[in-house]
């Protein structure tokens, strides 16, 4: 079956397969958050987006091969229950940005706009979107054969952006991050990968920007 980034809790990762690097999905419970392990296909290494949940299962996707790091999107606690225990088993650098970084339990280096995580020899670059959290990142890997790729975190979703808690000022800050830094800088192909749920396009979100800066959230 082709990748569709349709994975549940409990169930199988879903695996997409590019020229230089691999994407692994995995759902992970109680909160139904989404980790990615990626591997380049040249190297190796690998690094791990969002050590959710469940350090177990995580581990074992990781296995024998190691891991080189692992890069939380944004401070909210449900995204690094296992991020202690990940980076004590394998030694793994814990980076996120400095605005979040305090809130977490482990943190060894820090990641800023335009900052680029190596994945062997593959690239991801940093993407800094206020709003969500002051320190939310997305991380954009642009692939040479094909389409790019990007990791949203919390801060995009199929449907909008993510939830600021009624706070206006947060929301306009998400939603110019947003349609400035990804749509207007991005082409529609873009596939992206948020911290829940399924994946979509920029192409099929695009649309449906203006009515989700009038609605407010």
Known sequence: ??????????????????????ITKIAVG????????????????????DAANEAPRLLELIGPAGLAAVVTTHRHMDHWVA????????????????A????????????????????????LEVIHLVGHTPGSVALLY??????AHLFT???????????TRGDKDDFAS???????????????????YPGHGKDSTLGAERPSVPQWRARGW
């Open 174 to 192: 998400l939603i110019d991050d947003v349609e400035h830094k990804l749509f207007d800088r991005l082409p529609d192909e873009t596939w992206f």
């Open 83 to 98: 991020l202690e225990e990940v980076v004590a088993t394998t030694g793994a650098a814990s980076l996120a940005h400095p």
């Open 1 to 22: 079956m082709p990748y569709q980034g349709d994975v549940t809790v409990g169930g199988a990762p879903e695996v997409r397969e590019l020229a230089a690097l691999v």
């Open 30 to 49: 109680p909160m139904d958050n989404n980790a990615y392990l990626l591997r380049c296909r040249a190297t190796g290494t690998q690094v791990l987006i």
């Open 153 to 163: 975190g919390d801060s995009l979703f199929p449907g909008g952006v993510g939830n």
């Open 100 to 123: 979040d970084a305090a809130e977490l339990p482990v943190v060894t280096g820090t990641v800023d706009e335009g900052d680029l995580v190596p994945v062997g020899d593959c690239r």
């Open 142 to 147: 642009r692939d040479p054969a094909g389409i």
